[in-house]
Every structure is written in C-alpha cells, then in structure tokens.
C-alpha cells in the first residue's frame, strides 16, 4: 500500500514537472504528501518496511541501509532527477521533521522560510540564509551605530579599480559620517555594475543635448536662409521698373 501511495504521489509529480508550475505550490503539496508517508513508514511496523526495501531493490535501488528513509521516498516520487534536487528535497523533509512540522502545515512552513532552496541551505543552528543574513545585518548594524569615524586615507587601492565603496552613518543631527569600507572587490564590482542607471540617464542627457544642438543649428540655418531672402527680396525692390513699350 505505502509503494502504492508513493506511486500515485509520483504521478502527480511527473504531472507537476511537465506543467513547471512557477508558483510551486503543486511541488510544496507533493513534498507534504512525501512528508506525511515518510512518517507512515517510521511508524509502520518491522515486516512492512522490509517489504517497502524489498520493493526498492526489486526496482534498483541500491544502498538502502545507508540510505534516509526521506530519500528513499523522494527518489521513489521524483524518479532521476538529479542527485541535487533529490537530496534537496529529502533535506526540507528531514529538516521539517526535525522542527516537528506537522503535515497540514508543511507547505506554508516552506513558503515561510522562502523556498525549498531556502529550507534546503538550513544551517546548523536550524536558521536559513534569509534569517542569517538578517541576523548578520542587524548585528553589524548595532556595531555601526557606535563605529567611529572611519580613515579615508586608508582606503583600499584595488588593482585596475580607482573607485571604493564607503559605508555612510547618518547621525541624529542629519550629518553623514563615513564608518566602514566595503574592501571585497567583487562586492565593489557587484555595486558599480548596480549603478548601470547612471550610464543609461547620462546616455539618455547626451542624447537629449545633442538632438537640442541639432535643432539649435536647423533653426540658425533657416533663420539664415530666410534672412537671405528677406534681403534679396528688399534687394529686387529698389529695381527699376521695365518700361513697357
């Protein structure tokens, strides 16, 4: 009955796969219905996952009793889809029965932490790179605001780059004091490469000015032009008149 379940999830699965779902709400209900025959298996006696093994050998599988039961089962839904994807999605069912992540929940709790990718990176400390990283942010932040005032003649000279990247403190009284430099060079890069709105505004000025000098210098050759013929016309005037016979 369990390969039988893991079989109609698979379905579903190859089903998921052909439509690429960019939501990926099918793929997290996949992966809660994984996660609920995962714990079927666990709690399953002796003779009933011997007989699931057997049924994995039967269709090759191989190192099962170093194998994780969420792996088995992942492998048993997604088929070959790559030892990274599949190892990934085993990893958000461990992690979640680590958590004790109940079933019903599983895919908001995946939705919460930001993706599969996200679940999948967890590290040890049971935090993904998202939390991390806030955490990350909002301790440096804490050291900045008693940070004093950082050297600008100990800038970093990079190699072939005669720009560096400063991080600035606004203060209580408006007043902008420089506090740390950025020194990783492909952090500096990534950040002039973020200010490519600079070259399209100043394209955009210098394409603006040079249709205005364009219309500028239309304009200055035909008020020449009619100025000539405002002259040639006064010119013609003064003409005697042809006497007629």
Known sequence: MIIQSLDTIAKKQSKWSKKFDNVNDSLYNILAECYEQTATIRAAKRDV???????????????????????????VVFGDIGANRASGY????VIA????????DLVDW??????????????????????????????????????????MNSVTKHEGLEYSVIVVR????????????????PT???????????????????????????RKSQAQIIAAVVQQMTEASSSNDQLPLAKVA
């Open 170 to 185: 606004r203060n209580a009284d408006q007043s902008v004091v420089p506090v740390a430099e950025v020194d990783s060079l």
């Open 188 to 214: 500096v890069k990534n950040v002039l490469a973020s200010l490519k709105s600079l070259v399209v505004d100043q394209q955009s000025k210098d394409d603006n000015q040079f249709a205005a000098e364009q």
């Open 97 to 104: 029965r680590k958590e004790s992540v109940k079933t019903v």
């Open 49 to 75: 996952v011997l007989a699931f093994n057997s049924e994995l050998k039967n269709r090759g599988f191989k190192r099962l009793d170093a194998t994780k039961l969420e792996t088995k089962v992942t492998r």
């Open 110 to 151: 995946i939705k919460d932490a930001g993706g599969v990718e996200e679940v999948r990176r967890t590290d040890a400390s049971g935090k993904t790179p998202t939390v991390s990283r806030e955490d990350a942010i909002t301790n440096v932040l804490k050291a900045l605001d008693q940070a004093p005032e950082f050297d």
């Open 90 to 93: 085993a990893k958000v069912l």
